[in-house]
């Protein structure tokens, strides 16, 4: 048979055969049928197969003796064309999926004064009711009565002794307290002597007799309270815990005019805390989150007093 020449075309150095073989598909490799009507997880597992037995041209490779081999980026190309052109899409390896810690989000910021060591009482205590407007009578008599206590006591013990002042004291309401003979004053001395001394506990029965009288004058202990602030509370804006202050001017002429009408124990480092405590003042510190929480708060409430004011 003679040797096949070959021929230039025009179309460029492209060589050709002028022998063509009687069968067409005489060359042609007879790609396997595609598996049909099969369950996605056993057609996935044919296509990897497929895929792997395609990019792999070696006998050793296949040999579980062999050393693994470093894969050339042309050949794996020219394998995923290869994959194309018979019919199988290359399939994508997945990596495991990998369990990602749970972010824990940090602790909001706080006063400087509320430490990791805080008692979680006197942490929720800031958190929840310090700087926080109040209204009720009886919610601002049981404030007035630990303000006064901050001379004998801290924080973190009138917060862990709270049920046993309520207790004591009536759950606070001043027309109970204002009752309060010297027969129970004894009492109390005896059996509660480490709670408060005996001229702070006459100190808080006098302080409620005299809030009545405030009540009938005003209409509420909170009106004569909030009116020294022009029913708003004052916004501090303090950076630092150094900057806060132990008493005012204004707390100066609450103090003044409270001892003029009877009150007792009311100097103006009890009623600055008083006011600090009861939202009269927002003395969170900038950086603290409640700083701007307690002034949205003091919008909400007063929003509300307005109108059942207005109705």
Known sequence: MPQP?????????????DYVPKHKNHNR??????????PPQILNAVTESNVSLNST??????????????????T????????????????RVVPDAVDVATTVSPPPKRCEWITPHSDPLYTAFHDEEWGVPVNNDTKLFELLVFSQALAEHRWSTILNQRDIFRK???NFDPSSVAQFTEKKLLTLKINDSSLLSEPKLRAIVENAKQLLKVQRE??????????FVNHKPIRNEFRYGRQVPAKTPKAEVISKDMMRRGFQCVGPTVVYSFMQVAGLVND???????????????????KTEVKEVTK
């Open 5 to 17: 020449s070959p021929i230039l075309k025009p179309a460029g150095n492209r060589v050709t055969l």
């Open 29 to 38: 490799v007879k790609t396997p049928p595609r598996p049909r009507n099969l």
């Open 57 to 74: 041209c070696s006998s050793d490779s296949c040999s579980s003796n062999s050393s693994p081999k470093t894969v050339n980026p042309a």
């Open 284 to 302: 969170h510190l900038l950086t603290c989150s409640r700083h701007q929480e307690c002034n949205v708060t003091t919008k909400n409430e007063f």
């Open 168 to 170: 004591l004291f009536e």
């Open 76 to 91: 794996a190309t020219a394998s995923r064309r290869s994959a194309n052109r018979n019919g199988f899409k290359p399939v």
């Open 218 to 227: 005003f209409g509420s202990f909170s009106n004569y309270c909030w009116r």
